[in-house]
């Protein structure tokens, strides 16, 4: 029998495609924005979210996507109304989240047994609720890039030039903030806390080295994500170790392949 006919396979391919749909949109505009460290704020600080979900017996996915939601308003709003550095005020929460998570988790009675996939991911064990937050989450994400493009793409790059233009750069900032948290969260499943952030760079990241383009690195980047995840998913089956690592491991590799690749031929061209 083939792996691929096994429905828990069936299940991860479709998952690494919707994730890599999202994080190749999202991860564009973290990249652009340079919005890596605040990202990594957000994806830990979820962890907190996480925590009270299973200590007050609620679904954890959806408290961390509240808990990261409120995160990302909040870094925003500290940096930009209270005088507090930005990365700051990113450490305050991020630490706040991790320390709410942890003691919630010894405080909870029992053992938490889906806490290792939060952190470390485990794209296997995506289910049909998984798939379904997937599907909402790239469709809002695809709506917002589709109607708001080019504000996103000004704002992205120079936010003091899109002011100037009378852009509603605050609100746009605010909303981008909340369909970060969004997306980290709804791929928590996949690659876990401890590894989502590189979900939303490193495929821009080997995307950016064949093109400058915004539209073009979106593209580019959901292809090379996906590549990256269903190599990972390979990679997890064959040699037994968890799925999340093996995808950023092999997206690492393929990465670091094309660029001494492209290195060697602008030398020798």
Not at 58 to 87: C, T
Request: hydrophobic letters at 55%; a positive charge.
């Amino acid at each position: 029998m083939s792996i691929l006919e096994y429905s828990f396979f069936q299940n991860a391919l479709i998952g690494s495609l919707l994730a890599s749909i999202v994080c190749g949109i999202i991860g564009t505009y973290i990249v652009s924005r340079r919005l890596v460290f605040i990202s990594g704020g957000i994806t830990h600080a979820s962890f907190g979210g996480i925590g009270l979900g299973v200590f007050f017996g609620i679904n954890p996915i959806l408290s961390a996507m509240v808990y990261a939601v409120l995160s990302a308003f909040g870094v925003q709003w500290m940096s930009h109304h209270v005088k507090v550095r930005e990365d700051s005020a990113i450490a305050l929460f991020w630490t706040f989240g991790m320390s709410i998570g942890i003691l919630c988790s010894f405080l909870t009675p029992g053992f938490m047994p889906d806490l290792p996939s939060f952190l470390f991911g485990s794209i296997l064990t995506v289910g049909t609720p998984d798939l379904v937050l997937l599907t909402v989450v790239t469709t809002v994400v695809s709506a917002v890039f589709t109607l708001l493009y080019s504000t996103i793409v000004s704002i992205a790059f120079d936010p003091t030039f899109a002011r100037s233009q009378r852009l509603p750069v605050d609100t746009v900032e605010y909303v981008m903030m909340g369909l970060i948290a969004v997306t980290i969260v709804s791929t928590l499943r996949l690659v876990g806390i401890v590894l989502a952030i590189s979900l939303l760079t490193v495929p821009q990241m080997t995307a950016n080295l064949f093109t400058y383009s915004f539209r073009r690195i979106i593209f580019l980047s959901i292809a090379i994500g996906w590549v990256d995840c269903l190599a990972g998913l390979f990679i997890s089956y064959w040699f037994n170790v968890p799925s999340g690592a093996s995808i950023i491991f092999a997206s690492i590799i393929i990465y670091a392949l094309l660029r001494t690749i492209k290195a060697v031929v602008f030398k020798f061209k």
